[in-house]
């Protein structure tokens, strides 16, 4: 089993760490709030601990649990506590009065941005984003979409989707992640026009 640490405090940072736990898996839960993240952590059980904001993360791997707008902050602020980290960015880029735009322009995503305020030595995977928080805590199979540019990083991510009962798709290097990032606005759009937000995107794989 790995150990993750997750900073963040909202609805996914909970679905991934209540899997996490259930799958036996270390879970650090670190958020600005100390008073919220050892909250999370006791709600998580499992051993789940809660970490200091800013200081070196204890997890191999580290969920980027928080809103676009501040994922380049957190990781700037973080600087060298990250080297070697692998670090698992899961935002989208809505964008517009009702989040039907990307903030991010062509050739440009959350992620790339994420790894460009990076250390060096430390691997951005994008994954999650295209799964809904409250679908994923419900259990059960699902897919989730990975990108990436070091290909030991995303294996190490993609043994963590599969603990977790999931199963990942590499749909191929970081610069899919602004694809991924759209695919999160189509799974919005879906869901407003119809289908509902108990919904997820899935791939069917013919013989």
């Known amino acids: 089993m790995s150990s993750i640490s997750i900073i963040g405090l909202g609805g996914m940072a909970r679905a991934i760490g209540a899997r996490a736990v259930e799958s036996g898996h270390a879970v650090e839960v ?20 809660a970490g200091t904001f800013g200081t070196t993360p204890t997890g191999d791997l580290v969920v980027l649990a928080v809103p676009h707008a501040g994922g380049v902050p957190v990781v700037t602020e973080y600087g060298d506590a990250l080297a070697g980290k692998v670090v698992i960015d899961i ?19 959350a992620a790339q941005e994420i790894a460009k305020a990076a250390p060096a030595s430390a691997h951005v995977v994008k994954a999650f984003n295209t799964v809904f928080g409250h679908v994923l805590a419900r259990g059960g199979s699902l897919d989730v979409l990975v990108a990436g540019d070091d290909a030991g990083a995303k294996a190490r991510v993609s043994a963590f989707v599969e603990s977790l009962g999931l199963r990942p798709l590499d749909v191929g290097g970081l610069d899919m992640a602004h694809r991924l990032e759209g695919a999160g606005l189509l799974l919005m759009g879906l869901a407003r026009s ?7 995107l899935g791939v069917t794989i013919l013989d």
């Open 91 to 109: 935002s989208n880029t809505f964008a517009g009065p009702d989040d039907t735009a990307l903030a991010t322009p062509e050739g440009s995503s």
């Open 194 to 200: 119809g289908a509902g937000f108990n919904v997820a």
């Open 30 to 49: 670190i958020g600005r709030d100390a008073a919220k993240a050892k909250d999370l952590a006791a709600a998580l059980g499992g051993g789940a601990t």
